[in-house]
């Protein structure tokens, strides 16, 4: 959806300037920074100043090489670009946030995105003197008996940190949200920054039901566990009509004292013409659990105590 839209906005600017980016294949994610945009490509990422002039562009793959870049967070505090993939065995490299053809720091044997073709979410959380990568994915490496899985990491961004660079090391163990619940999609999320906020957004499924759920996180925490302990969530229903129990996409609304979110929900029946709603939520206070989520170790993982949060308006 991302990669359609920025096709849509690069033919506007060419139908308005008579000027063109011109890029070698699909567009594949993107992301915007402070000054600049990032396009991800197969074979290559793009960086372009904001009226979409190319600046730089570096090959991401080979032609005897298969990689998929599945990390691309702009990181404007430090000015680099988090980049991470599946060749050899997965990688993380931090760029020049504004020379993409600069490399800063590389490392391999290292997964930090899904090693299939998932969707996740992944961006800056923290305070300013303690920055992570977090980020939010199905678990893609666990074993057919294994009960408990890793949905939600936190990842270190510099070498200063405890652990080193992509080090998810807290103390005393892993930072990290485990679920009872094996398949799950995360579909979008965001970082608040006053106050200091974590949101994700993720459809969950098992053989009774399917449900949306909003994971909710204290980034003002200096530490990595102490940001993960703060873990509140809740179930976010849609709609009073009929039941659309999977979320397809969202946006947050900027509002002065309140979290406004819009959520696109379908009913998964394309041959009804009433399948999806957009409708929105005030999120200010995630409070709560929902059961199968909770913080690594947690015994039991996760009760049914929270709230549905309540449609301000839908259609």
Not at 14 to 29: A, L
Not at 92 to 98: F, K, R, S, T, Y
Not at 296 to 311: A, D, L, Q, R
Request: charged share 25%; glycine share 6%.
């Amino acid at each position: 959806m991302r990669g359609y839209l920025l096709g849509t906005l690069l033919l506007l600017k060419y139908c308005i300037s008579g000027e063109m980016v011109n890029f070698d294949s699909d567009i594949k994610d993107f992301v915007v920074g402070n000054s600049k945009l990032f396009v991800l490509t197969d074979h290559r990422l793009h960086q372009l100043s904001h009226n979409l002039y190319e600046e730089n562009r570096k090959d991401i793959t080979k032609a005897s090489e298969h990689n998929r870049v599945n990390i691309l967070v702009p990181f404007g505090a430090n000015s680099t670009l988090i980049t991470c993939g599946t060749f050899n065995n997965g990688y993380c490299e931090v760029l020049d946030i504004n020379d993409i053809t600069k490399s800063i720091y590389y490392e391999s044997d290292l997964l930090i995105g899904p090693r299939q073709d998932e969707k996740s979410v992944a961006f800056i959380t923290g305070t300013s003197s303690s920055r992570y990568l977090l980020v939010g994915k199905k678990d893609d490496d666990a074993n057919p008996q294994d009960t408990r899985y890793s949905v939600v990491s936190l990842w270190n961004t510099l070498d200063s940190q405890f652990g080193g660079i992509f080090s998810r090391i807290a103390e005393g163990s892993d930072a990290m949200i485990q679920s009872t619940v094996r398949d799950v999609e995360f579909v979008d999320g965001f970082q608040r920054d006053s106050p200091s906020e974590s949101y994700l957004f993720l459809n969950t499924k098992t053989d009774s039901e399917r449900k949306v759920l909003v994971l909710w996180m204290n980034s003002s925490k200096g530490r990595k566990t102490e940001i993960i302990k703060s873990l509140q969530a809740s179930r976010i229903r849609c709609c009073s009509d009929k039941a659309r129990p999977v979320l397809v996409a969202s946006t947050v609304i900027p509002s002065v004292n309140r979290v406004i979110w819009a959520g696109v929900f379908s009913a998964q029946n394309q041959q009804d013409p009433e399948n999806s709603a957009l409708a929105l939520y005030d999120i200010s206070h995630v409070k709560g659990r929902v059961k199968g989520f909770c913080v690594i170790g947690e015994k039991p993982c996760g009760s049914e105590v929270g709230y549905y949060f309540v449609i301000l308006s839908y259609g």
